[in-house]
């Protein structure tokens, strides 16, 4: 498989689930905002907007979301990661199944109607598209180089997602929804519920860390990229023990996490690095081009 189809294939499931995530954390933030009242809501959306990495200080709901849908050519947003999604979509058009190309621009041609100032369902619109365009990929996309690619792009940005989420640590600013809201914004709270244990601070981030029932736990996307990367070694035949020792690392101290809390926080923070090295390795090992043809004369 050429580098520029893998790259693209990697970074459109990125774009991808960089932008479901997102869509599920505005709509928790923005209710949460709306309906609290009994926390500074400056203090709150500057916490917000910076554990996304979004640059600005937003003051209250509305800028907030006015920020994380941002612009078209600022892939760590909302509209951006569409719009990204979208052309890579195209780059690489002729090996991808024409209903999930064509439901990628269905989805991208939902951000027109897109409002700021009522972002509910303009969100669960860009949400249902989404539903439909995974449901989509996974009926149709034959399991090649691409198919694996893209769904380890999307397991390194879903841990991505997991771990600035728990760094926001929504509970020291909402005492009382904090713990719910972490769940709902990452769709795990009724998985959680049918574990029958209380909702509490420890308990929840343990569950999103190390949980094996819920697949977008750290833990689970760790393991579903570490297979994905062996897959792209068998039909490469290229090593990639190198590449996934940052991710592997992670996923056996999450195995023998006990309750320590100060040892969970610390897997919290190692996630993005891990993500990063990973994905700098990928990058190197696959996406580097190997030259250019000089014609000679």
């Given at each position: 498989?050429l580098s520029r189809l893998a790259e693209t294939s990697f970074w459109l499931g ?57 612009e078209p050519l600022n892939p760590g947003t909302l509209l951006g990661s569409i ?215």
């Amino acid at each position: 498989m050429l580098s520029r189809l893998a790259e693209t294939s990697f970074w459109l499931g990125r774009y991808l689930e960089r932008a479901e995530g997102m869509s599920r954390l505005l709509i928790e933030f923005h209710q949460l905002l709306v309906q609290d009242n009994r926390t500074h809501i400056k203090r709150g959306c500057a916490l917000i907007s910076h554990g996304l990495g979004l640059e600005g200080e937003p003051k209250n709901a509305k800028e907030l979301v006015a920020l994380a849908y941002g612009e078209p050519l600022n892939p760590g947003t909302l509209l951006g990661s569409i719009h990204s999604a979208r052309s890579n979509a195209r780059l690489i058009r002729d090996i991808l199944p024409s209903d999930f190309y064509q439901a990628i621009n269905q989805l991208n041609a939902t951000t027109g109607e897109f409002s700021v100032a009522a972002p509910g369902r303009s969100l669960r619109s860009i949400l249902d598209r989404l539903a439909v365009t995974n449901g989509i990929f996974e009926w149709l996309a034959p399991e090649d180089e691409s198919a694996h690619f893209l769904t380890l792009g999307r397991s390194l940005e879903r841990m991505d997602l997991m771990s600035r989420l728990l760094s926001l640590k929504l509970e020291n600013e909402w005492r009382d929804q904090g713990p719910a809201t972490t769940l709902r914004s990452v769709g795990a709270l009724n998985t959680y519920l049918r574990e029958r244990v209380p909702l509490t601070t420890i308990g929840v981030r343990k569950f999103l860390v190390a949980s094996p029932t819920f697949p977008r736990s750290i833990a689970e996307c760790a393991k579903r990229a570490n297979l994905e990367l062996h897959e792209v070694a068998l039909m490469t035949q290229l090593r990639v023990d190198d590449i996934v020792r940052p991710i592997g690392m992670l996923e056996s101290q999450i195995r023998y996490l006990d309750n320590d809390s100060k040892e969970l926080e610390r897997i919290v923070s190692q996630t993005s690095l891990a993500v990063a090295q990973t994905s700098d390795g990928i990058g190197l090992r696959f996406f580097r081009p190997v030259g250019s043809i000089v014609w000679s004369n």
